[in-house]
């Protein structure tokens, strides 16, 4: 088993203070890990959409209502998990918005970047916790 480099877990507010506190750990995880322009976009992008989608869909912006960030950083993947209060959702349901029906939709862009930046990318039964897998 690879040993794991970094491992933190963050409760924030639905709030943009919250994603800010997302910004922190990332800066964090930049400092301490050289990784590559590609990486970090990559992870920086992921974060950011999917705590995102936690607070505008799965909390409603309801400030009370906490989002949980887990990152777990080994030398080959970085694991990302988002768990919001919300009801769910089902990632399968979320049409690609590069089909020619959703072209001129604003939804579902945030999962369709986060699925192509990623190397697995899948949800609890409930459909409120997001796990992203990528490679380093």
Known sequence: MDPILFQKELFVPSNFEGLN??????GEIKVAFDFNLDTMFGLHTIIV????NAIIHGNKGIRDLDVRIFISINSTE???E????GEGFDINDIPS???SAYL???????IFFIKMLSTC???????????????R
């Open 104 to 110: 001129q939709k604003e939804g579902g862009r945030g």
């Open 97 to 99: 918005p590069v089909d």
């Open 82 to 85: 988002i768990e919001d209060r």
């Open 49 to 52: 959409e999917s705590v995102e």
């Open 21 to 26: 506190k997302c910004l922190d750990l990332i």
């Open 78 to 80: 970085i694991y990302v």
């Open 121 to 135: 990318c899948s949800t609890n039964v409930k459909g409120n916790i997001i796990r992203i897998k990528l490679n």
